[in-house]
Every structure is written in C-alpha cells, then in structure tokens.
C-alpha cells in the first residue's frame, strides 16, 4: 500500500540552485524519516522527525514535519553535485510498525 | 562501524530455483526486515520479524519465505524463482525503540 506521495519524481538542477522535495500523506504517522540513497547502495537515514511542525537543520538541509504529522518537507539550499543520489521518506504509522516508503525523488546537481 | 551484511551483491538464477538470500548485523538489533526495490514502484516489504523465531508478512509476501533461527541472521527464501522476481533485494535492521533503519547494500537479483 503506497501511502506517501512524494513528488517531484525526478530534479535536475544546478550547482547553487535552492530545491524542495514533498512528502504527502492522508495518515497520520508516528514518525517520518528522511533517506538518501547512492547507486548500488542502501538507503541511508538522514533525519526522523516525530513532533507536528517540527524542523530539523542538517548543515544545507532542513527537514519540517507537517502540523498534522500527515506530511512533510525536504529543502536543500545552494545544492552541491554530493546532494545527487535518490531521497526517500518514509512514514511509521505506529510505534514499532515497519516502515512505509515512498517511491523517492532522484536528484541530479550538475556543476 | 556497525553493519548489516547482505551476502552476495549480485546473484543470477534460474526459473524454478529456489534462492536464498542472507542478512546479518552485527548490531544487536532485535527487529529485521526485507524490502524490494523497483523502478518506479520504490521499496515495498515483503516480510519482517520482530525478534528471533518471529516474522510478519509485508505487503507483497507471495512467492517468499522467511527464516530468523539466530537474532543476528535474516534470511529471504524464493521457494521457486521466477522472472517477475527480478529485483533489488534490501534488508535492514533496527533496535527496538529506535526510529532508523540500518540497510545493507542490497542483492540485485537478476531470475532468467
């Protein structure tokens, strides 16, 4: 059951550019998390976000979890070429449930 | 550095065969999952357990089986392989009350 909606699929931007990544939900999670993922590689966990309207600060990176913890928000400011790889979110309807992921953005930086 | 292990990268197989797929950490971690990755249809999971001797069907169990003897190996069976089975297979683990996920590299499985 898909139940994340992320969107856009795909972003093509260039080196210094700012982009937004979107995470929507009609449930309601626990928690959300954020993974980056490389080719040939396995997903890497960037950040878990667990309280309405919460925001977490990664270096260039900003995360927010929606009032409603329905949705949620990546933001990389002055992207750089290592931003490139495949970003994934992920929900957690309840505590201790697996995780549901949604199909990703892929994010290419060009210099 | 704290690791889940997938034991092969990349495995070729037969139609009919049946595969095995194995995942260890070394982290101690009580629950264990395998997901599925495609193009276009991201990660969908096929089974997870709990802790050892437990499992849970994901969203898309047929065609697989799963078996968790010791706490530390996971491992994702193909009773009978078959060519829509061709796929990324990811397992990952996570300690009880903890929020991450740690994956291993993945198997791409290619079923001819």
């Known amino acids: 059951t898909q139940l994340l909606e992320q969107s856009p699929q795909f972003l093509s931007i260039q080196e210094g550019e700012n982009l937004t990544v979107y995470c929507n939900s009609s449930?309601?999670?626990?928690?959300l998390q954020w993974y980056r993922q490389e080719p040939g590689e396995g997903p890497v966990l960037l950040v878990t976000v667990v309280t309405g309207g919460e925001v977490k600060k990664l270096k260039r990176l900003t995360f927010q979890f929606g009032d409603a913890r329905k949705d949620s928000s990546l933001h990389i400011t002055a992207a750089q070429p290592g931003d490139t790889g495949l970003y994934l979110c992920a929900g957690e309807l309840n505590s201790g449930y697996a995780l549901n992921f949604g199909k990703g953005t892929s994010l290419l930086v060009t210099p | 550095d704290v690791k889940v292990t997938q034991s092969s990268r990349y495995l070729v197989k037969r139609t009919g065969e049946k595969v095995f797929l194995e995942c260890v950490q070394d982290?101690?971690?009580?629950?264990m999952f395998w997901y599925r990755q495609d193009p276009g249809l991201g990660l969908r999971l096929i089974y997870f357990s709990y802790d050892v001797k437990m499992k849970e069907k994901g969203d898309i169990p047929e065609g697989y089986s799963v078996s968790r003897e010791k706490k530390e190996r996971f491992s994702l069976i193909l009773e009978s392989a078959s060519t829509n089975q061709t796929s990324m297979y990811l397992c990952a683990s996570r300690r009880i009350g903890a929020y991450g996920y740690t994956f291993g590299s993945g198997t791409r499985l290619t079923v001819v």
């Open positions: 982290m101690d971690h009580e629950n």
């Open positions: 449930s309601v999670f626990s928690s």
